[in-house]
């Protein structure tokens, strides 16, 4: 009986753990005739298939734990040139701004997305989980509010390890 409860519990566990992106390390759980089997994913194999899709990478060791750095691209939206819009249009605008947004992590080009908590010049920041600047640049012009000039973006690269939580 434990071991069917174990085993409904790591089914679970497992299919609930599926995600669009790898992490710096991953476990793989196999389950053999009641003995359970872990594998680790090396962090060299994830660095290695990141680098081969045009990812840029680095990997060091401190202490017992190595790191598997990542570029990143933080995208500033700043304010725009172009505010005049009436609040009906700046609505519309806002709606399909976050439809873009979504679209983006949904489809694995964002890690992390928020406006700022000030009415200043930058009104929100985009990191964009991209191989190249360019391509993130791409996909953060392609935003309605870019577009129709009310927000405009500054680029920059930005190195953090793959996995990493903000705490």
């Given at each position: 009986m434990k071991h069917l409860i174990l085993l409904a519990f790591l089914t679970l566990f497992?299919?609930?753990?599926?995600?669009s992106k790898e992490e710096a390390s991953e476990e793989i759980v196999e389950v053999k005739e009641d003995t359970i089997v872990e594998k680790e994913v090396s962090t060299k194999s994830i660095e290695e298939d990141l680098q081969k899709k045009g990812?840029?990478?680095?990997?060091?060791?401190?202490?017992?734990t190595t790191y598997l750095m990542q570029q990143y691209y933080m995208v500033f939206l700043k304010s725009g040139p172009t505010r005049s819009q009436d609040?009906?249009?700046?609505?519309?605008l806002q709606k399909k701004h976050m439809a873009h947004l979504e679209r983006m992590a949904t489809e694995g080009f964002t890690s992390?997305?928020?406006?700022m908590g000030d009415d200043g010049d930058l009104r929100g920041i985009v990191v964009f989980?991209?191989?190249?600047?360019?391509?993130a640049d791409s996909l953060a012009n392609l935003d309605p509010?870019?577009?129709?000039g009310r927000l405009k973006v500054e680029i920059h690269p930005w190195?953090?390890?793959?996995g990493g939580k903000l705490k």
């Open positions: 497992i299919s609930c753990d599926q995600s990812y840029q990478t680095f990997s060091y060791k401190e202490g017992d609040s009906t249009e700046a609505a519309e992390l997305t928020g406006p989980n991209t191989a190249t600047q360019a391509e509010m870019v577009k129709a190195w953090a390890a793959k």
